[in-house]
């Protein structure tokens, strides 16, 4: 996705500026008062520029205008350029799904080449290597090998077997696969990923609402100090004070840089959700993120990689480590669950075997019944490994008890423990346990420096919650939880006035993703918990929402540090301004002292600070595209360091820049 952004300048830019054009339209330019009440001083200096024609004001009367028309067309601009980034995107997807064709099979077992939109919810397609799999589906038979880098970035192929959900515009690279389609069309993740990447007709946020009305008090603020500076002025003397000056004073004083920009803020804010393969189906959803007080997080498929492991080999007394893993890597050959192939792979790794030892025996398939394994091998020998309770009545009397022992022991520490025994001796324990993801413990530290609090919820028993908890770094941990429990934490949370996130990837998890402020779903997960949450983690990597986090508190502190700026701006241009108009009037003659730019006449003032009004729009688009940096840090520092660097750049830069405009206007005859 990101290649296709980056070439989206030249593709769209025909696009953008018509969409540029057609937002000029006033039934559209009202939901941003500010830029609102430039477009109308612009008809109005349209009209006075017209009725001057042949005058000695006309040169002056049109430049206002032109101006002005510029100001309003570089806002336009900054939401176009903001939306079409959008459009990018998902025309890329777009793209990945418009060209596929689908093997459908029919009840005689052949097949016939469709299109991929003709396919509906219960068909059967084959998938063969280096077949586009044609839509959202799962899989019925066969294990192959998915090249998912299409939906989620990852370049790692992903195994699906028999069970496992597929993504329609991902690719097939080995065997074969028999899906069945669980999706009608235009209803696919890829369509909706289509549709939720398209931020234009994203509803306005709380904090952007409210912001819109900080920003219409302002302008009405400034519209009153204008109208009533008119009749102040005249009293002193009609000086500069004429309609065409005091509409160009007004959009130099009202927000005209913030409210340009609110929108591609908070559009770009979106985008950039979407560039770290999260799709989020609300702009609410980024900005509440921003706000997040607690994350409520699920262990298993979440924290944990959702299978047990087998991490360590425990012998009895008088057995080596090297004896237990023998053992267990003959009982362990035949079983394809996931635990099976960890004992495999932890054998491998210990006895130090390039390659897998082949072995004459029958395999013992594990029974509910039995609750153990193993094989009966050529030479006589029963290996068995299991349920410790199932393996002690097997063994002999006297290794029961340290059996037993080191069985409670790993259980203690938050581990599986699974005995294994050749011929009714019992050799020692193997541990399972569930891992953790790496690299959660850093995240966790960095939420905990932003003051988020973690929290894990988990249906676990408390003593295997406690060890995965500290194992993880999460500040707290709720065990034996059922799903209606977890709601009822979120919900606990909420009433306190916290927003709450909540991650997950099971149907169980569903109410609780529903419930929560942001709920972030796994899309390794169950379509249910998909649905419920409010975002999708397309690489199913919990730390994932600490991107997501700081995505939102991003948009954030980028709407604040250019709401900063764009008062200071205000304040500075205000006094940039006013004591150029008035200085010439003899009984204000000291106003002169405030004119520290030296600005020469009132109408070199207004032209000077309308230009720099009108270039300082596009010069930040820039950091309202990509947003201004964000640090993990107290928000009374988050302040102090707004004030400071855009505040203080928000006074400066004004005077700087008007009198550098002024000067070149002088060269021209115009101030």
Known sequence: MAATSQKMDSKYFGEVLKDTFA????????????????????????????????????????????????????????????????????????????????????????????????????????????????????????????????????????????????????????????????????????????????????????????????????????????????????????????ITTMVALLVCLIPTTIGALLSAIGIAGMNRVAQVDVVA???????????????????????????????????????????????????????????????????????????????????????????????????????????????????????????QKLAEAVAGEGGTPLAVEIDGRALGVIRLKDIVKAGLKEKFDDFRRMGIRTVMATGDNRITAAVIAQEAGVDDFIAELKPEDKIDVIKKEQSEGKLVAMTGDGTNDAPALAQADVGLAMNSGTMAAKEAGNMIDLESNPTKLLEVVMVGKQLLITRGALTTFSIANDVAKYFAIIPAMFAAVPTLSVLSKLNIMGLKTPHGAILSALIFNALIIPALIPFAIRGVKYRAESADRMLARNIFNWGVLGIIIPFVGIWAIDRVLGLFGLA
């Open 281 to 403: 189906k609300s702009g609410r959803a980024v900005e509440a993120a921003g706000d997040i007080d607690t994350i409520i997080l699920d262990k298993t498929g979440t924290i944990t990689i959702g299978n047990r492991m087998a991490t360590e080999f425990m012998p009895l007394s008088g057995v080596s480590a090297e004896e237990v893993a023998e053992a267990s890597l003959l009982a362990s050959l035949s079983d394809s669950t996931p635990e099976g192939r960890s004992v495999v792979e932890l054998a491998q790794n210990v006895l130090n075997l390039a390659s897998l030892p082949e072995v004459d025996g029958e395999p013992v398939p594990f029974s509910a019944h039995t609750r153990m394994s193993g094989v009966d091998v050529a030479d006589g020998r029963q290996i068995r490994k299991g349920a410790v309770s199932a393996i002690v009545e097997i063994t002999r009397p006297e290794t029961r008890e340290e059996l």
């Open 23 to 242: 937002k000029l339209n006033p039934t559209k330019m009202i939901r941003n008062p500010v830029m609102f009440v430039v477009e109308l001083g612009t008809l109005v200096t349209l009209i006075f520029t017209i009725g001057a024609v042949g005058k000695p004001q006309f040169t002056y009367e049109l430049l206002v205008t032109i101006i002005l028309f510029f100001t309003i067309l570089f806002a336009t601009f900054a939401e176009s350029y903001a939306e079409a980034r959008g459009r990018a995107q998902a025309d890329f997807l777009r793209k990945t799904k418009s060209s596929t064709k689908a093997k459908r099979l029919k009840e005689d077992g052949s097949w016939d080449l469709v299109a991929s939109d003709q396919l509906s919810q219960g068909m059967r397609v084959l998938v063969e290597p280096n077949d586009i799999i044609p839509s959202d589906g799962e899989v019925v038979e066969g294990v192959g090998s998915v090249d998912e880098s299409a939906i989620t970035g990852e370049s790692a192929p992903v195994i699906k077997a028999q069970g496992d959900s597929v993504t329609g515009g991902t690719r097939l690279l080995s065997d074969r696969l028999v899906v069945q389609i669980t999706t009608n069309p235009g209803e696919t993740f890829l369509d909706r990923m289509i549709a939720l990447v398209e931020g234009a007709s994203r509803q306005k946020t709380p904090n952007e609402i409210a912001l819109s009305a900080l920003l219409g008090v302002l302008t009405l603020i400034f519209v009153l100090v204008v109208v009533t500076l008119v009749p102040q002025a005249r009293y002193y003397g009609r000086h500069a004070t004429d």
